[in-house]
């Protein structure tokens, strides 16, 4: 019991479980941390959130360090103590942990594990960290440890963004901002601005989209005036610009394929309440809840089905669409930022898998839009065999097909869309699309 007790109590032991089970398990972090969060007392969460995300992000560079530090590898079985290592790593190296609570309080997280050795192995390897940190951080063993990301990855953005590869890498290892979308339905970005500064919140308007707002700091949405009233919500930027892409029109019907869990379907609803109406579909109810529950604080209105894109003929209402937003499943390889376990499951053979399934989904879309209108192909992804890619051997193999340039002042002019490396100007890294229907 006493054990359970220490487990349960424990940040870092917190932080070391949930990183084994990303990383051994193979878990996704959406799944992997809440239920260890939820064992914390509340005031021990952020730092086991501050731990697992920055250990995630830089697990490739810590992964190598430790290898040069040990004598012999750990067993698989002991994949507990090497995320305990791995954390223990994060915090001497790049968090602002003082050494001493860096090392103290890690060997402490190591008794609670059960394993009588590991106090003493994380005592040692993390004091000789402290004194050889200039060198292990100076002198990696190879671009994976470099860069901290997969070989595959790698070279897959080397391949795609020769002159760019390096500043999406390193934007990828970063802290993501904290941005919001302006519900313009409820007042303008400007009076939300003035909001914030009369809270003490330090905020700026986003060069790029005309709703967002970023803070200088995050904080928890409670803090955010006008939360719970409709006024604001949290969306990348990068995410904001697909509503004043798609533009529908007065009367127009909307369709947002793949949509949960539904800041693009909000914001259109905010921003074009004169659309005849917004059908949302997704593939997961769960997801599509979210989405729920989202329309429900903003006061808006959409048709919710739970389908399968790529098979309309379950969820479609056989009435044309003058807008449809597709947004594609993909790799996230554009928000590893926000999803840092990303780098560790997601596979080289996944990219392919993913195209096709890119390519169906737009397939099966197409046949819904009216003629004249116009579908926005939008992906999270940096590798072009998810974006330019599939639109091209879609419009190579479909007739009536219009690509419409996107004249912009943000990401990548590409020979279909355009593309935004994650960084740019504080926005993840996204790709869109214009298709019109001739």
Known sequence: MAQTAAVKNSPRTAAALALDDVIRRQRSLTDALPPRLAALDAEDRPLVQEYVFGTLRWYHQLDDILQQLLSKPL?????????????????????????????????????????????????????????????LLDSPTDAVARWSHPGWMLDRLQADWPDHWQDI????????????????????????LGSLAAAGIGAAPHPHAADAVLLERPLPVERLPGFAEGLVSVQDAAGQLAAGLLAPQSGDRVLDLCAAPGSKTCHILERFPEIAGLTAVDVDGGRLDRLRENLQRLGLDARLCVGDGSKPDSWWDG??????????????????????????????????ALAALQYRLLSAAWPLLASGGMLLYATCSA????????VERFMQEHEAVKPVRIDAHWGFERPVGRQIPAGEADMDGFYYACLRKE
């Open 383 to 390: 590798f072009r065999a998810e974006n330019e890619l599939v």
């Open 169 to 192: 890498a390193a934007a990828n290892n970063t802290r993501p901002p904290m941005t919001l979308r302006v519900n313009r339905r409820l007042g303008s970005r400007d009076t939300y």
């Open 75 to 135: 067993r698989r079985k002991e994949g507990a103590v090497h995320a305990l290592l791995l954390c223990g790593l994060y915090q001497c190296l790049h968090a602002r942990t003082p050494a001493h609570a860096a090392v103290s309080e890690t060997v402490a997280a190591a008794r609670t594990l059960g394993r009588p050795w590991a106090p003493g192995l994380v005592n040692a390897v993390l004091r000789r960290a402290l004194r050889e940190a200039g060198k």
């Open 319 to 352: 009435e044309p669409y003058q807008r449809i937003l597709l947004d594609a499943p993909c790799s996230a390889s554009g928000v590893i930022r926000r999803h840092p376990d990303i780098k560790l499951l997601r596979q080289a053979g996944d990219i392919d």
